[in-house]
Each structure stands twice: as C-alpha cells, then as structure tokens.
C-alpha cells in the first residue's frame, strides 16, 4: 500500500478529444475532485484520444497496468466483456435515460459489468448515460423514406441498420463530413446532438432524428485493479465514492447540454427535427428485437442481462 | 556453401518471395474498393465488408513489406556521412547502430508476438457489422517484424564479412529491380 | 529528469543516430524503445505494438498504395513521359516552365489528395526524371517536387485540417474554404520565385532552344497528351465532388483512370503492372514503417510530458497577443522538425487553442497558418517525412545532401506566405465568411 504522505499519479487515457465537452466535464472534474478529496495526494495526468493508446487498445493496456486509468465507450472491450454489447446500448430498447441509470445503479447491470471486467483485472465505473441519434440531409417521413437512406454507422448499429433495411456502410470519422456533403451517405450518427456538432456535420445535414437509436452508458472509467488496491483504503473509497457521484452528476449535466446544444443549432443553423413516424419506430422495434436476441447468445451473463432487461421492459409497460 | 552464405541467401529469398506475392494486394484493394463504390453508387446497396477486407489487407501488406524493403535497401537513411566512407568504415558503422534497430524490431516482436497471442487465444472479432475474425492482422505484426528481424540478421552477418574481410559473404552490386538506392 | 532535458537527449539521439545512416524508421523506433524503457520500464513497449496496429487500421493511409500505384502505371506505360513532352513543346521557350508546370500538377493532386506522401512519391516517380532529363538544376527539380507535393494538406481535402477542427472544434467546411486562397497565395509566391530565379540564373531551369521548340501542328499533335491525365483527374475530383467516392475510394477511381490509359496506349501488360505493383509495394511499406516508428515516437515523447513542456515554454512567452503567435508558429516550426504533424497537433493545440481564443483571434485563420506551418515541417530537416519519401524515389546519385539543400528557398517563401497571412488574415477568413 502507498504510504499516507506518498502522491500519486495515475495516466488517464481517454477516447475524447481534448476539445470535446466530455473531456472538460467529465475527465478534468475527475482530476479536479480527486485532487481535493485526497488533499492532492492522488493525481491524474490526462492524455486526449489516442496520445498514448487508441481506444480499443486502451481496455488491453489498463488490464496489463500500462496505464492506471482509462476511457472508453464499451463497444472497444467487445472481445473482452461479453456484456459490452449490451452496455453499448440496445436499439430501441430504452425511451428515456432515466430507465437507464436505474437498470445500471438499481436493477444491478452495472454490478453485473463491475463483475466481469474484474476478470481482467479492471474496475469498471459508468461516466454517463446518454443517447445516439441520427442526423439526416431530409426528413423521414415513410417506410420507404427510412429504407432508402445510406447512413454511416458502425459496430452494432450499423448491423441493426442494415437488417432493418437501411444501407448502412461504415466510413471513417475523418471523412464523414465530405462523405455527407456529398450525398456519399445520406445520414449518420456520432453520439447525439454535441458529438454531431463538434463534427461539423450540421453544416451539411439540416435534420435532426428523433428518437434515439439507442440510450446506454456510452462513456465508462477502467481503473486497474491493482493499482487501485495499493491506494490507503480510505482514498480507495474516495475513487469509488467519487465515480458512483460523477454517474449522476454527468448524467444530468449532460442532458442538459444536449437540449441547450439542439437549442442553439436550432436557432443558428436552421437545423430542424424530424421525428421517425410511427409505423417506421414499430417496424424498427421488432427488427431491433433480433438484436437483442443476439446479444443475448454471447454469454450465460449476457443472457441473464437481457432477460433482466426484457423484464424491465415489461415493468415499464414497452413490451 | 557455408552455413552464414545459406543463411544469408536463404532469408533474402524469403523476404523476396513474400514481397512479390504481397505486392500483389494492391490489385485486391483496388478491385475492393472499386467494387465497393459500384456497389452503393450504381446498385445503392453499399456492403459492410468490403472496406474493413480493404483495411486489414492494407494492415498486413504494410506490416510485413519491412523485410523485403530492407533486402532492397529501401528503407531510407540519411548518407550525409555514408556517401563519404569506405565500404568497410560504412559496414562498420552499420554493425554498431544495428543495435538500435535489434532494440526496436525485438521489442517490437516480443510485444507483437504477446499481442497476437492474446487475440487469438479469443480468437478475436472485430465486432463490426461485418464481424470477421482480426487475429490475423495482429499475427501478421509479429510475423512481419520477425522477416524484418531474419533480414536484419542478414545484414548484419554481410556487414561483419565486409567490415572483417570473411570469405562467407561477398557483396555484389544489386541487381534488383527498381533505382532506388 | 525533467522534461527539457529529456527533450534535448530524446531530439540528441534521434540526430546521432540518424546522421550515422541508421534508416529513419529504426532510428524513431529506437529511441522511442530506448526512451519508454527508462522513463516507464519495459512493458511500455506495448505501446509501440499497439501504435503500429493503429496506424496499420487507418483507412486514410489506404490512399496511398493506390496514388502510387496509379502514378507509376502512368509513368511505366508512357502517358506521364508525353505529359512532359507535351509541356516542354508548349512551355519550353519558357526558363522555369516546366517547374511551373509540374506545380500545376502538384496543385492539381493536392485537390485529389488529403494526405501527404502519395503526391511526394507520385510526383517524384513521373516529374523528376523529366526534369533532369531536359538540364534542370537538381535542387530546383526536387525543391518544386517537395514543395507543391506538401500542398495536399493544405488544399483541400485534407486529413490534417480535418483533424485540426476536431480538436479545435471549429468548422471543418469553413477550414476546407479557409485553405483555397493561400494555397493559390503559396502558388502564387512559388511561381514568381521560379520565374525570377530561372531569368537570373537561366541554367537552374533552362528554356528549350529555339530549333527545338517544335512546330504549331506538332505542338497541335502533343496536345493529345493531356486528354488521358485529364481524364484521370476528372475521374477523381469528379468522384469526390460528385459524391459518388470518399476521398480515399477516389484513389480508387484514379487507378482504375491509369489502367484505362494504359490500354490506350497499348501498355497494358502483366510485366508492366506487375513491376508497378512490386515497386508501389516497396515504396508505401516505406512510407508506413516511417509511420509506424513516427507514431510510436510521437506517442513516447507525450508519454514524457511534452504538453508539460508546451505550457512551460509557453508561461516564458512576453510581449502581447502577436508576440505570442509568433512564438506558437516558431515552437511549432521546430517541433515540426522532428515530429509527425498529427503528434505536433496532439501535444501543442490543447495548449494553444485556448490562448488563441481569448486573445480574441479567429481560430480558423490560426489554423491555417498552422496547417502551413505543418506543411514546412514536411519539408525541413533533418526529419521532414516528405524528405525521406523523395529519398525513396530519386536516382542513385542523388544524395540526402542534395534533398536538404533543395528546400531551402521553399521553406523561405512557405515563412513569406505565413507572414502575409499574418498581416492580411484576410486571406484565409474571406472565402469562409462568404460560405457559413
Ligand atoms: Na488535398
Ligand atoms: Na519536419
């Protein structure tokens, strides 16, 4: 264990850039919070997406304790936690990102993700719960306005996309802005309404889809396990203490930052919402439903999550 | 033939055979990618693998070119000081930076070999909408790094026979294709 | 050991070794291994695997193996050969022509391309060897090739200046139109440098002579040499403004452009494009284990604190708003020396950006003067990678020596080119402002 007087200092990797609101509101708190609660005794040194490691190697080097800390979005430990893939957010499963907060914090997912990442040696601590929502050159207004778009997706989402009968293909972040000027695809997600405009793709594509494809704890701490257990038991909770308190805090916050963001681009850019009519969400639903299934058959715990998630659902009156 | 000779001609051999069938990728790429354009361009169904195949087969053919381009001496160096020495005092300098070179490839190995261990004990995907396996990108890591370490080897056994004037190695003038230098 | 001193003897080794002929990749690699074990110990070498792997999953870089690809099938089967003859029977009276004219190539692959290294490479293949042929001076000849091949960051498309809005969070649109009028600025200054040049010193660039200038229907007849190059470009550009390719497919487009010249000309042969493909093969792994071992040492040096070492430098900084700009551009200059663009962008913006904004200036403009700061740092020694990419093309006698030496009036003007910039930002925030 480190001695009362030592200070520590721990390398951060994140998956923000140094320019995102994340990386301000979410990692600098951190750093700032722990500063104080430890009396400047526990230190965090940041580095920005991809400095050190990119996202999907930074789960590998927090297991090997290259690095005490890390960010990531769930869907980089995919091969690591068969959980992942739920974590990253089940289309059209959730409606509000309160329901999600209370299936991570109350109903216990969050336990169940703390549980298999400490099979890698990793502390797994949510940052926020959040949406990912489309953006589009034209409004959908059909079925057939739905199934004609080219979008640019990845991972899960673009699976489910495709199956549900859109053409989605997966393009690189640095040319998704030419590739929607364009009219090499029609539509995209990048988070939701912040992570779009920090891409600039509102300049190029002027609608604004809602609902969320899906709502999940998109953004989530990795601490090594071991260097979390050399602390003095007493910052060892103050780390986990101050985690659990950022979950709320950024959930909210972030919400918020959302609705102002959409406020302004509204206003200054002309950008409108068009919402998936409802045939389209129904149809969208029951497609999404085999995805889940899927998720399902990737593990005994990823089984147990869904079944608990499906549960939940019904308790909430969607399914 | 001495065992040195063998191992020198051998691993050149090597490098030059995986060099001139992974050379080849690049009509692949083409093919993939031009395919793909028509594809969501003409048929407006854009494929989900077509660029990820693209990808990974650019990962792998700029991995493991390290071998061959040293068997060419296409790695390039700055010979402000090289164009001014004697074959022997160039060799001989060679050998004594080839320690950095073993720093780097072998560190880069071990990693290499421990990372691609690691995604195939999984068997590792690449969780796209394609999903295919990825462990052999990250094999071709170490595999490629390893022809770069055999060819490193290789020059260094050519640089010890000019530097020490030994009968295992004499050098000719390249005959390779291509003017690079 | 503090940061400054580790930059000293990390940037000390790096020219050591390098002056001894150790080829760049093993150098940066090296040292970044010599470097991560001492100040983090040995399984920081994971880095180094893991950066190589991150570079190998870019899809951008895809471009590259294909721009070579196209431009030596373009110069193996003739087509780029009549291009030059071509240029010579209309521009040859003309000192310098032919260096103007292999600009205008440049300026035209910049449009084409967001990344550095396939024009470098493309340009060295086709112009070069034209040039020398026809009594260009060789440090005119790969001064111009090294200077309008680093034009593609700056013209847009460009990867940086998309790279740059993403962590600036400013408009990537408006930093695309931002780039136009200096990049015809840059080739503006390039061209009224070679023409003055080639007048006071006409053996640099030398005009054809008179008896050999050719006749109107032979110059008529010539003229058929652009119309496959043009229809390549068209294929490309137009692929990309026409939405039908990224930028990086368009590379894809440009090949396929090249094969159809090929056939044209009755070139397309096994032989031909088998030995294209082998040295296309040889001169992109080239270019990426340079990139391998310049991520891996970029990410070394930030593992160290260089961003510590950016806000420190920065607190030392007196003398108001403009002297503080200079001094970013002049610690960007030098960083440029020694590392890769996108590493610079990582360890300085951070900084910067905030000063920059609440100094009150336009971060767009910053950008641009960024961007071409960038771009000279392509181009200076001892590490511009664009240096080594012409290394890795130019004929046996050409020396590193002779590549070094070349840059020089280009990185003057580029510094020119900043400075008017400075003074007239206009440049830069005029075609923005008129678009968003
Ligand atoms: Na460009
Ligand atoms: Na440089």
Redesign the interface.
């Known amino acids: 264990p480190v001695a009362a007087q030592d200070t520590v200092t721990w390398k951060v990797q994140a998956h923000w850039p140094a320019a995102s609101s994340s990386y301000t509101d979410s990692l600098k708190r951190l750093k700032r919070v722990l500063d104080e609660r430890t009396d400047g005794q526990l230190q965090l040194k940041l580095y920005e997406a991809g400095a050190l490691f990119s996202a999907k190697e930074t789960f590998n080097a927090v297991s090997r304790g290259i690095l005490e800390m890390g960010v990531i979005s769930p869907g980089y430990a995919q091969d690591k936690m068969s959980l992942a893939g739920i974590a990253s957010g089940l289309p059209f499963a959730f409606r509000n990102v309160w329901e999600v907060a209370y299936f991570h914090k109350n109903l216990g997912f969050e336990q169940m993700l703390r549980d298999e990442a400490a099979e890698h040696g990793v502390y797994w601590s949510t940052d926020k719960v959040f949406t990912t929502e489309m953006v589009v050159k034209k409004p959908i207004n059909s079925w057939e306005d739905f199934t004609s778009l080219k979008i640019r997706s990845s991972g899960a989402l673009q699976k489910f996309l495709t199956d549900a009968g859109a053409s989605a293909s997966y393009i690189p972040g640095s040319e998704l802005y030419s590739a929607l000027d364009s009219g090499i695809v029609d539509g995209a997600h990048w988070g939701a309404v912040q992570g779009a405009a920090s891409m600039s793709l509102y300049e190029v594509a002027k609608y604004h889809v809602k609902p969320a494809l899906n709502i999940a704890g998109t953004d989530v701490f990795l601490i090594n396990q071991k260097a979390l257990n050399k602390l003095p038991e007493d910052m060892q909770k103050i780390v986990k203490d101050t985690l659990n308190e950022q979950f709320w805090i950024r959930t909210n916050e972030y919400q918020f930052k959302e609705r102002k963001t959409l406020a302004t681009i509204q206003a200054e850019q002309g950008v409108k919402i068009t919402k998936l009519p409802e045939d389209v969400q129904a149809k969208l639903t029951e497609a999404a439903k085999e995805t889940w299934e899927e998720e399902g058959k990737r593990s005994e715990k990823a089984q147990k999550a869904l079944n608990m998630l499906k549960d939940y659902l019904a308790d909430l009156g969607y399914l | 033939m001495n065992v040195l000779t063998a191992f020198i001609t051998g691993v050149t051999r090597l490098n030059d055979f995986v060099?001139?069938w992974?050379?080849?990728?690049?009509?692949v790429?083409?093919v993939l990618?031009?395919g793909?354009?028509g594809f969501?361009?003409l048929l407006?169904?854009?494929?989900?693998w077509t660029?990820?195949l693209?990808?990974m087969l650019?990962?792998?053919?700029?991995?493991m070119?390290?071998g061959?381009?040293l068997a060419?001496k296409?790695?390039?160096?700055?010979?402000?000081?090289?164009?001014h020495l004697s074959p022997r005092k160039?060799a001989l300098?060679?050998i004594?930076?080839?320690l950095?070179?073993f720093?780097?490839?072998l560190?880069?190995l071990?990693?290499?070999i421990?990372?691609a261990r690691?995604?195939m004990a999984?068997w590792?995907?690449s969780?796209?909408?394609w999903?295919p396996p990825i462990w052999p990108?990250?094999l071709a890591?170490p595999v490629g790094t390893g022809l770069l370490v055999l060819q490193g080897l290789a020059k260094l056994l050519e640089d010890i026979a000019i530097a020490f004037n030994l009968d295992y190695y004499r050098p000719v003038s390249d005959t390779s294709?291509?003017?690079?230098? | 050991m503090s940061i400054e001193v580790l930059t000293l003897l990390f940037f000390g080794s790096l020219l050591f070794f390098l002056l001894l002929g150790l080829p760049l990749t093993f150098v940066l690699g090296g040292v970044s291994v010599v470097f991560l074990y001492f100040t983090w110990g040995f399984d920081s070498f994971y880095m180094v695997a893991s950066q190589i792997l991150g570079t190998m999953n870019s899809f951008t870089l895809v471009a590259i193996p294909l721009f070579v690809f196209m431009a030596m099938v373009l110069e193996r089967t003739g087509v780029a050969k009549d291009l030059y003859r071509m240029m010579h029977l209309w521009f040859g009276g003309l000192r310098g022509g032919l260096a103007i004219g292999t600009l205008v190539i440049c300026a035209v692959f910049a449009a084409m391309v967001g990344i550095s290294g396939a024009a470098v490479v493309a340009m060295g293949t086709i112009a070069l060897p034209s040039m020398l042929e026809r009594g260009y001076d060789r440090k005119m000849a790969l001064g111009v090739i090294n200077t309008g091949g680093g034009w593609g960051i700056l013209i847009p498309p460009s990867i940086l200046m998309i790279l740059y809005a993403l962590i600036t969070g400013v408009s990537v649109g408006q930093m695309f139109a931002a780039g136009v009028m200096p990049g015809v600025l840059l080739m503006v200054l390039t061209v009224v440098y070679i023409l003055v040049r080639s007048t006071l010193q006409p053996h640099l660039a030398p005009a054809l002579p008179p008896g050999e200038r050719g006749t109107w229907p032979e110059k008529f007849r010539a003229l058929r040499a652009v119309l496959l190059p043009i229809g390549v470009v068209l294929m490309v550009l137009g692929s990309i403004i026409g939405g039908i390719t990224t930028p990086t497919e368009a590379a894809a487009m440009g090949v396929l452009g090249a094969l159809i010249s090929a056939a044209v000309y009755r070139q397309f042969k096994w032989s031909i494009m088998h030995e294209a493909a082998i040295r296309t093969f040889k001169l992109t792994g080239m270019i990426m284990w340079i990139l391998f071992a310049a991520h891996a040492f970029s990410a070394a040096y930030q593992s160290m604190g260089a961003q510590d070492l950016i806000e420190g430098l920065m607190q030392l900084i007196p003398g108001g708003p403009w002297g503080i700009i200079i001094a970013m551009m002049v610690i960007v200059f030098f960083l440029a020396m020694v590392l890769d663009p996108v590493g610079i962008m990582l360890i300085t913006l951070p900084v910067f950006m905030p000063i920059v904004k609440s100094l009150g200036f336009d971060p767009i403009w910053f950008g641009i003067l960024f961007v071409i700061n960038m771009e000279i740092g392509y181009k200076t020694p001892p590490f511009g990678f664009n240096l080594f990419y012409l290394k890795g093309v130019v004929p046996p006698g050409i020396t590193m020596k002779d590549i070094y030496g070349s840059v020089i009036p280009f990185v003057v003007i580029e510094i020119l080119a900043i400075a008017i910039i400075m003074v007239f930002p206009e440049i830069a925030t005029w075609l923005p402002g008129l678009f968003f």
């Open positions: 060099g001139r992974l050379a080849l990728l690049v009509f790429m083409f990618l031009i793909e354009v969501r361009y407006n169904a854009p494929t989900s660029n990820e693209t990808q650019f990962g792998v053919y700029a991995v070119s390290g061959y381009i060419h296409g790695h390039v160096n700055v010979d402000l000081l090289h164009s160039r300098m060679d004594a930076t080839s950095l070179f720093i780097f490839t560190a880069l071990w990693f290499g421990d990372m690691e995604s999984s590792e995907t969780y796209s909408a999903n990108v990250k890591i294709e291509g003017e690079q230098s």
